[in-house]
């Protein structure tokens, strides 16, 4: 991303913002415009004029689908419902991640992803979020919590903020976590992959629920998640390129106010509250996993 180096005029600065607004503001569309259902033979629905989306599982198969849109940076919200009662051994994972027809293998070890995976439990016990971030074939960034509210009950908003200095994970507007850009001290950024949005519903009772001690209760199925309001103000990528790589992330523009967005002292103490609180793992503080030291992004303040 290139920025001007000198200051611009006034009137210039309102023709950037009103071109980048256009470029930025990319999604106040339905499910049918925003998205692929992907997999599952019919067990991903859109619904309700395309205002509601649907995953299912059952012991044949889950479902998924993925944006149409790829994006470099962006502030990515959706709200969703998870699957009630029972859900033990089911994951429903939301996250941004390269194309699937860039295989993995071709990618070898420069795979870019950001996380959320949601762990069901027994009726009763709370879900586990798992969060983690890939940057150049690298994970193991694993954070878990606990929410403050049963995710099962109604729609709640789930938020990636990824820019060039931060990705911050948010929840109803409370961020939990932020993984700051560390290429100053040798810890890779996901910054050059164009990424979709991608969701899906499967069963993992194999390590999800206990480490896999408990499984899916198939007597329960189908199991369903719903997915509503999915918002998304970031760079296109089209054709090799990004819809923001000539404009400047200074300009005046509420709309692009995410590209140098930073936690500020209010949303600081809602994140140590979060983290205080809520957090039941944390890699950072996991001695025994890394006896030959912590990761260094971990003896960031």
Not at 51 to 67: C, N, P, R, Y
Not at 118 to 136: A, E, K, R
Not at 203 to 212: E, F, P, Q, V
Request: glycine share 6%; hydrophobic share 35%.
């Amino acid at each position: 991303m290139s920025f001007p180096c000198t200051t611009p005029t006034v009137p210039f600065m309102l023709l950037i913002s009103l071109v980048l607004a256009s470029f930025m503001v990319v999604s106040a569309g339905t499910f049918y415009q925003d998205f692929d259902l992907k997999w599952g033979d019919g067990r991903a629905k859109i619904q309700n004029n395309g205002e509601l989306l649907t995953l299912s599982l059952d012991k044949a198969s889950g479902s998924g689908f993925q944006s149409k849109s790829e994006y470099l940076f962006g502030k990515i919200d959706m709200q969703l419902k998870l699957v009630p009662g029972n859900s033990a051994g089911t994951v429903t994972a939301y996250y941004a991640s390269p194309p699937i027809h860039i295989s993995l293998s071709s990618q070898g070890n420069t795979h870019d992803e950001i996380d959320f995976e949601f762990l069901g439990n027994l009726s009763g016990d709370p879900y586990i979020l798992h969060t983690n971030v890939f940057s150049q074939g690298k994970g193991n960034r694993e954070q878990q919590f606990y929410l403050w509210f049963d995710p099962t009950a109604d729609f709640h908003t789930y938020s990636i903020l990824w820019n060039p200095q931060r990705i911050i994970f948010s929840v109803d507007g409370t961020p939990i976590r932020e993984f700051k850009n560390s290429e100053s001290i040798g810890v890779p950024f996901p910054k050059n992959q164009p990424m979709r949005i991608y969701s899906s519903l499967w069963n993992a009772d194999d390590w999800a629920t206990r480490g896999g001690l408990v499984k899916t209760d198939w007597t329960q199925a189908p199991f369903t998640a719903s997915y509503m309001n999915f918002s998304a103000n970031a760079c296109v990528w089209s054709s090799g390129a990004s819809s923001c790589t000539s404009t400047s992330p200074s300009s005046t523009s509420s709309d692009n106010a995410w590209l140098t967005q930073q936690l500020d002292s209010t949303s600081q103490e809602r994140l140590q509250w979060v983290q205080k609180n809520y957090m039941i793992y944390n890699y950072c503080t996991d001695t025994k996993r890394f006896p030959q030291g912590l990761p260094p992004e971990c003896n960031l303040s």
